[in-house]
């Protein structure tokens, strides 16, 4: 079975300019979360969706980022502009069934913003 | 105040030594525990659910103590391969949001 899919692994842009990432969730996993980690912490939650509903995009900066799940499978993860502090490793993760605790994550999108 | 609070590390244990790990949460409205691994440059992955009766597979021992919102990881006969960061995590199944710890980093050396 496959995994959790995301692309680019790798992104080198220069501020201001826009970036896209996207992920494709393990099949039947109606959950999808997007995480963003820094070096040394632990990811942290940007938005999370049940099918293609955002039920939690509290801690998304709704200024420059935006995210979609128009079908309730694959997402898509925006920033514009972006900004030298958005350097990071953006992770997507899947969880089969709302209450498991076990997420299944990619392997990251790692941008850097020069 | 973080959701979860861990002490970051790094600790550096010869193989075969014992090393614990330890990690708070805020919100006692938390319901489920979780250690999740994360190898350098990697993905975190699940390494083991935390019970409130305390819980053990191989050389890892994982505790729950909701008194004082406190769980631990127990790593016994560390091995080279052991080395990596881990995620202390905390699942508030209502919401369905899980909270991760910053990761404690350890190194085993030979």
């Known amino acids: 079975e496959a995994g959790v899919v995301q692309s680019p692994r790798y992104k080198i842009i220069e501020k201001k300019q826009p970036v896209a990432f996207w992920c494709n969730p393990i099949s039947g996993h109606n959950t999808l979360y997007w995480y963003l980690q820094n070096l040394g912490q632990g990811p942290e939650l940007l938005i999370r969706?049940?099918?293609?509903?955002?039920?939690?995009d509290s801690q998304l900066p709704k200024d420059r980022f935006s995210a979609e799940r128009l079908k309730g499978v694959d997402s898509t993860l925006k920033i514009q502009p972006a900004e030298l502090g958005d350097s990071a490793v953006y992770l997507c993760?899947?969880?089969?069934?709302?209450?498991?605790?076990?997420?299944?994550f990619g392997e990251g999108s790692r941008l850097t913003v020069l | 105040r973080k959701e979860v609070e861990q002490d970051p590390g790094p600790f550096n244990v010869p193989e075969g030594a014992t090393v614990a790990f330890n990690c708070t949460y805020s919100?006692?409205?938390?319901?489920?525990f979780f250690w999740y691994r994360q190898d350098c440059r990697k993905e975190p992955k699940l390494l083991m659910s935390v019970y409130s009766s305390g819980n053990e597979d191989g050389r890892f021992t994982a505790q729950l103590n909701r008194a004082s919102q406190y769980i631990s990881l127990l790593i016994r006969d560390s091995k080279l391969s052991d080395s990596a960061t881990y995620l202390c995590v905390v699942h508030q199944t209502g919401a369905n949001n899980l909270f991760f710890g910053t990761g404690t980093r350890l190194t085993v050396i030979p």
């Open positions: 969706y049940e099918n293609e509903e955002a039920v939690d």
């Open positions: 993760a899947s969880m089969d069934g709302p209450n498991t605790g076990e997420l299944f």
């Open positions: 919100n006692s409205a938390s319901q489920s």
